[in-house]
């Protein structure tokens, strides 16, 4: 009886070792190829049109959008990518992507 115990003990381990994680997917989905059409000299609302609305509202400055893209493909690593467009004159003036 005390062997059974440490038998499905093992096994339940093992099992709950064994579960399908499904990849998270958060903020706005930003794949190189539509990172790389935006450039300088667009307008807010043709970034928009591209990429989206961003998650995150900069509630004290217009001059920048801010989008953030979680992954998270296994249970251990996270995967962020942060893009951030700043506008001048509502036109994209500077670009930054980690």
């Not at 049109?49 to 998650?55: D, E, N, Y």
């Not at 217009?62 to 951030?84: C, G, H, L, S, W």
């Amino acid at each position: 009886m005390k062997h059974l115990r440490i038998v499905l003990l093992l096994i339940a381990v093992t099992l709950c070792s064994c579960v399908y994680h499904q990849p998270i997917e958060q903020g706005n989905i930003l794949t190189p190829a539509k990172m790389q059409t935006i450039h300088n000299g667009m307008t807010s609302a043709q970034v928009v049109a591209q990429l989206g609305t961003p998650v995150l509202q900069n509630i004290y400055s217009d001059n920048r959008m801010a989008y953030v893209y979680t992954r998270q493909p296994t249970r251990k690593r996270t995967e962020i990518t942060r893009f951030i467009v700043h506008f001048h004159n509502d036109h994209v003036v500077d670009i930054q992507n980690n």
